[in-house]
T-cell receptor, first 112, second 115 residues
Framework: KAGVTQTPRYLIKTRGQQVTLSCSPISGHRSVSWYQQTPGQGLQFLFEYFSETQRNKGNFPGRFSGRQFSNSRSEMNVSTLELGDSALYLC???????????FGPGTRLTVL | DQQVKQNSPSLSVQEGRISILNCDYT??????FLWYKKYPAEGPTFLISISSIKDKNEDGRFTVFLNKSAKHLSLHIVPSQPGDSAVYFCAASAMGAAGLGQFYFGTGTSLTVIP
């Protein structure tokens, strides 16, 4: 069974730009969650999608948004990038949400 | 507001000895807890979980203990091996509540097992 894949793996953007990250969950998994990891902050929950609906949302500004498609693939968008958005963005999938999550390798975003 | 805390950013242990990683939480609604291990340049991988109806769960060299009254859980690794050197995250969720699907993670503890 293929694991969770994330594209791209690395991204460099400048302040003010926008970025879209992609996540393909494990086949059969309907829940996709996104996390931001920064040094000293651990994994901060962004949002969770289940069957194309955002079910949970963390405490991030509206510049962070996401969506999920009918095949459970998910995208995350960050608009008007700020230097502080530089981080590792991790996607995790699970069968129903709230159960064991399987993580992708992450997308390393650098904002200059 | 950090609802899950790992107060030790790092831990060093001799090979063959016990590693004990600690995690505290503040939300009494949390009823499902997990430990993940993370190597550099990889996503976290699931290690072991425990639900609030238990106080102990074992899987090979890994044992998780849950003390609900103290809102504390710990991961024991016995014996520790050099390959266990990684960052360990604990996570919690309230499966029985509306927060289903949302996990709260600690900041991680970097474990180094010295050969």
């Amino acid at each position: 069974k293929a694991g969770v894949t994330q594209t791209p793996r690395y991204l460099i953007k400048t302040r003010g730009q926008q970025v879209t990250l992609s996540c393909s969950p494990i086949s059969g998994h309907r829940s996709v969650s996104w996390y931001q990891q920064t040094p000293g902050q651990g994994l901060q929950f962004l949002f969770e999608y289940f069957s194309e609906t955002q079910r949970n949302k963390g405490n991030f500004p509206g510049r962070f948004s996401g969506r999920q498609f009918s095949n459970s693939r998910s995208e995350m968008n960050v608009s008007t990038l700020e230097l502080g958005d530089s981080a590792l963005y991790l996607c995790a999938s699970s069968f129903r949400g709230g159960d064991e999550q399987f993580f992708g390798p992450g997308t390393r975003l650098t904002v200059l | 507001d950090q609802q899950v805390k790992q107060n030790s950013p790092s831990l060093s242990v001799q090979e063959g000895r016990i590693s004990i990683l600690n995690c505290d939480y503040t939300n009494s609604m949390f009823d499902y807890f997990l430990w993940y291990k993370k190597y550099p340049a990889e996503g976290p991988t699931f290690l072991i979980s425990i639900s609030s109806i238990k106080d102990k769960n074992e899987d090979g060299r890994f044992t998780v203990f849950l003390n609900k009254s103290a809102k504390h859980l710990s991961l024991h690794i016995v014996p520790s091996q050099p390959g266990d050197s990684a960052v360990y995250f604990c996570a919690a969720s309230a499966m029985g509540a509306a927060g289903l699907g949302q996990f709260y993670f600690g900041t991680g503890t970097s474990l180094t097992v010295i050969p």
